[in-house]
């Protein structure tokens, strides 16, 4: 059974920075797609990121391009997302996904895929 791991949320004002942390435990997965939802409130849940765990694929959401980087240790199974320039607008709650198969995932962020789950972690922006 996979369990994702996820700290780092928080409260920093508008400009400020935050960086999340997502590791994969219990789990024999070493490989695998690993990377970002959110949902702020009354919104439609949408894909911010995603990397291939132990490559160097990444994929960032046209609305945080520019702001947002995600980033791994694949020793530790962990990858971050490190968002700058924080808005408003990225207020939300954030989940750390895995997939160990390719990463289903395109121009439309509401519609990428993902099997496995973390519990969340809540950014707030004022």
């Known amino acids: 059974h996979v369990q994702l791991v996820e700290s780092g949320g928080g409260s920093v004002q508008a400009g400020g920075s935050l960086r999340l942390s997502c590791q994969v435990s219990r789990s024999t997965y070493s490989v695998g797609c690993m990377g970002w939802f959110r949902q702020a409130p009354g919104k439609e849940r949408e894909g911010v990121a995603a990397?291939?765990?132990?490559?160097?694929?990444?994929h960032v959401a046209d609305s945080v391009k520019g702001r947002f980087t995600i980033s791994q240790d694949s020793a530790k199974k962990t990858v971050y997302l490190q968002m700058n320039n924080l808005k408003p607008e990225d207020t939300a709650m954030y989940y750390c996904?895995?997939?160990?198969?390719?990463?289903?995932?395109?121009?439309?962020?509401?519609?990428?895929?993902?099997?496995?789950w973390g519990q969340g972690t809540q950014v707030t922006v004022s």
């Open positions: 996904v895995f997939d160990s198969g390719p990463c289903k995932i395109g121009n439309d962020a509401t519609r990428w895929e993902f099997t496995h």
């Open positions: 990397t291939w765990l132990g490559g160097t694929t990444a």
